[in-house]
């Protein structure tokens, strides 16, 4: 298994560019989820989804967009970027309520 | 509003000097309190979870710890290996963590 994967790895935008982060996982995860993570804050949950065709805000969806239209893939948009959103990003999926799992990251630099 | 603070931000420990980290949260139902690890540039990795106060759960060098209020995790003769970033979490409804800002802990030889 290859658990959770993020594409791209790295990722450099210039101010206004859009953009979109796909993470996918082969576990068979029900839910998904998408964080930030900024030096000294921790990880702020973007959005998140609960199960195919189903997506719900978290504590800093602004500036952000998601879609799943499969159970194993969970995109995450950037429609105008902004210097702000410079940050590394993660997904993770769980199984019920047991713990998460974490992609490799996607780091963004918008310019 | 739920609330996760880990101390201290960063601790420098000699090889074999046994330390502490704190996760203290203030949160209107636990439902589970997660420690993870993370490396620089690689995404958080599970160590554990507790679920009620006076449960204990190990792994190698490392203890977790809950109480009502707190979590320790204890690092027993750290290796220089254990060098790494943990992070707490708490879950209080189903689907999302909440999680603390997290602790540095460099191993020295």
């Known amino acids: 298994n290859a658990g959770v994967t993020q594409t791209p790895k790295f990722r450099v935008l210039k101010t206004g560019q859009s953009m979109t982060l796909l993470c996918a996982q082969d576990?068979?995860?029900?839910?998904m989820y998408w964080y930030r993570q900024d030096p000294g804050m921790g990880l702020r949950l973007i959005h998140y989804?609960?199960?195919?065709?189903?997506?719900a805000k978290g504590e800093v969806p602004d500036g952000y967009n998601v879609s799943r239209l499969k159970k194993q893939n969970f995109l995450l948009g950037l429609e105008s970027a902004a210097p702000s959103q410079t940050s590394v990003y993660f997904c993770?999926?769980?199984?019920?309520?047991?713990?998460?799992?974490f992609g490799p990251g996607t780091r963004l630099t918008v310019t | 509003e739920d609330q996760v603070t880990q101390s201290p931000e960063a601790l420098r420990l000699q090889e074999g000097e046994s330390s502490s980290l704190n996760c203290s949260y203030t949160?209107?139902?636990?439902?589970?309190l997660f420690w993870y690890r993370q490396d620089p540039g690689k995404g958080p990795e599970f160590l554990f979870t507790l679920y009620s106060a006076g449960e204990e759960k190990e792994k190698e060098r490392l203890k977790a710890t809950l109480t009502k209020k707190e979590s320790f995790l204890h690092i027993t003769a750290p290796k220089p290996e254990d060098s790494a970033t943990y992070l707490c979490?708490?879950?209080?409804?189903?689907?999302?963590?909440?999680f603390g800002a997290g602790t540095t802990v460099t191993v020295r030889a």
């Open positions: 979490a708490v879950r209080t409804q189903d689907y999302k963590l909440s």
């Open positions: 576990m068979n995860h029900e839910y």
């Open positions: 989804s609960v199960g195919e065709g189903t997506t």
């Open positions: 993770a999926s769980q199984s019920g309520v047991y713990e998460q799992y």
């Open positions: 949160v209107s139902g636990l439902r589970g």
